[in-house]
Nanobody
Framework: QVQLVESGGGLVQAGGSLRLSCQAS????????MGWFRQAPGKEREFVAA????????YYVDSVKGRFTISRDIAKNTVYLQMNSLKPEDTAVYFC??????????????????WGQGTQVTVSS
């Protein structure tokens, strides 16, 4: 059973940075992709970024390109989301998720079968 545990959220001023971590366990992830999604109050869950575990290809939503970077540490089974130049509109609960790399698009939350509990990111103006 896949387990995902996020950490690194918090309160930061606009323009600041945070790094989220997602510790993954429970299986070998070589055929998986890992994604970050976020959900703000009253809004739908939104794709943020994804990385293919084997090969490291990355994908981003347009609103975070150039500001966020997704990466993984294979030895530590950990995925990171480095968030720079944060804006108040980035405020949300951020979730880590896992899917088989060959199943569906990276942007659709329905294609992910394992989720973490989420970590709150709050950006003050």
């Amino acid at each position: 059973q896949v387990q995902l545990v996020e950490s690194g959220g918090g309160l930061v001023q606009a323009g600041g940075s945070l790094r989220l971590s997602c510790q993954a366990s429970g299986r070998t992830f070589s055929r998986y992709a890992m994604g970050w999604f976020r959900q703000a109050p009253g809004k739908e869950r939104e794709f943020v970024a994804a990385i293919v575990w084997s090969g490291g290809n990355t994908y981003y939503v347009d609103s975070v390109k150039g500001r966020f970077t997704i990466s993984r540490d294979i030895a530590k089974n950990t995925v990171y989301l480095q968030m720079n130049s944060l804006k108040p509109e980035d405020t949300a609960v951020y979730f880590c998720a896992a899917k088989r790399a060959s199943t569906g698009t990276y942007y659709n939350a329905l294609n992910y079968d394992s989720w973490g509990q989420g970590t709150q990111v709050t950006v003050s103006s």
